[in-house]
């Protein structure tokens, strides 16, 4: 059973930048679709990013900011966020899904869960 730490959070002025990484123990992503979600104070759990053989996909609030991407090895997934608002903090989880198909949207078709990292973006 692949295993997930999430790191790479932190604060940051809006209009700035983070990478967050999420690093894969146990084995590879390599049939596993990943995505990141994220969960704000308050509110539900939403999906941000995710990605699989099959393509990737984007929530329309981060669509043309936040790019996933993996490491050739298949080991670590990454999430680049530019240009961020106030209205991208929250913790944010990395998540797999053994399946090659495009990355589900619905967080509980991912069984495999990192602890969070915390991003927070000051006006």
């Known amino acids: 059973q692949v295993q997930l730490v999430e790191s790479g959070g932190g604060l940051v002025q809006a209009g700035g930048s983070l990478r967050l990484s999420c690093v894969a123990s146990?084995?590879?992503?390599?049939?596993?679709?990943t995505a990141w979600f994220r969960q704000a104070p308050g509110k539900e759990r939403e999906f941000v990013a995710g990605?699989?053989?099959?393509?990737?996909r984007y929530a329309d609030s981060v669509k043309g900011r936040f790019t996933i991407s993996r490491n050739t090895a298949a080991t670590t997934v990454f999430l680049q966020m530019n240009n961020l608002k106030p209205e991208d903090t929250a913790v944010y989880y990395c998540?797999?899904?053994?399946?090659?198909?495009?990355?589900?949207?619905?967080?509980?078709?991912?069984?495999?869960w990192g602890p969070g990292t915390q991003v927070t973006v000051s006006s």
């Open positions: 990605m699989s053989v099959s393509g990737g």
């Open positions: 998540a797999a899904a053994a399946t090659g198909r495009t990355p589900p949207q619905k967080g509980d078709e991912y069984n495999v």
């Open positions: 146990g084995r590879t992503f390599s049939n596993y679709a």
